[in-house]
């Protein structure tokens, strides 16, 4: 895969520079018929040209990153006392894939801080540290990502950012989060999560207070949501 990449990236470089060299070689042949403005337009668009091609560059590149450090965030967990497969990633626990992934993640974001991979790594940066209970660089990443300007990716964020507070014993700040989610929802978290999340804190402390959220989530519009509020409905201890 990387060496077609690879080869990839090769042919438009090669077809970059041939094209470049010819507008060079035209406009050296043609000097004297260049108006100042036609050397300007051509400048331009050989600039354009190679922004374009660092930008494609760096977007594969990106991706090819993110690729791999998803696939660390992935790798299976050995079961105790099993030796490591060479041949296939494998971690002894999930602290320990935790944390090298979050180090992937992070130098995918630091990287390529401009591309849209490089922008998701640094959320997955904070997942992967919320999974190894590092919650202070978590809070640290999500917030980062949560004041971006993707809203999409900011409020998964915040999804993120509550989950720590709850980890933390900051329940209060949980809740304003979820709260703003269901009053404020984006395609990626929809009011309906939003109000699953808010639920699902109360079920632990204020079973009345998270009957009352499922109750009325058993009558949205969706059946899966109404399905999932109804079984969720039952599991609440009052």
Excluded at 36 to 43: A, E, M, N, Q, S
Excluded at 115 to 129: E, F, P, V
């Amino acid at each position: 895969m990387f060496v077609q990449s690879y080869t990839r990236h090769q042919l438009k470089e090669d077809r970059f520079q041939e094209v470049t060299r010819g507008a060079i070689a035209q406009a050296q042949q043609h000097r004297q018929q260049l108006t100042l403005l036609g050397i300007v337009v051509l400048v331009l668009v050989l600039a354009g040209g190679a922004y374009g091609y660092w930008r494609t560059y760096q977007d594969d590149q990106a991706s090819a990153a993110m690729g791999q450090a998803m696939n660390t965030y992935a790798a299976p967990i050995r079961a105790p006392g099993a030796l490591a497969d060479p041949s296939i990633p494998s971690y002894a626990s999930t602290l320990e894939r935790a944390k090298e992934a979050e180090k992937q993640f992070q130098a995918v974001a630091d990287k390529f801080p401009r591309t849209d991979s490089g922008k998701n790594a640094l959320y997955m940066a904070a997942a992967a540290a919320l999974d190894g209970s590092q919650y202070a660089d978590a809070e640290a990443k999500f917030k980062k990502v949560a004041g971006a300007g993707n809203k999409d990716l900011a409020a998964l964020a915040k999804m993120g950012l509550a989950s720590v507070y709850e980890a933390t014993n900051r329940d209060l700040d949980a809740i304003n989060i979820y709260n703003e989610l269901i009053k404020k929802p984006t395609q990626s978290v929809s009011s309906q999560s939003a109000q699953f999340a808010l639920a699902d804190l109360y079920a632990r402390k204020d079973p009345a207070q998270a009957k009352r959220i499922y109750d009325q989530l058993a009558l949205d519009k969706s059946p899966a949501v109404a399905q999932l509020a109804k079984q969720r409905q039952g599991a609440t201890k009052q």
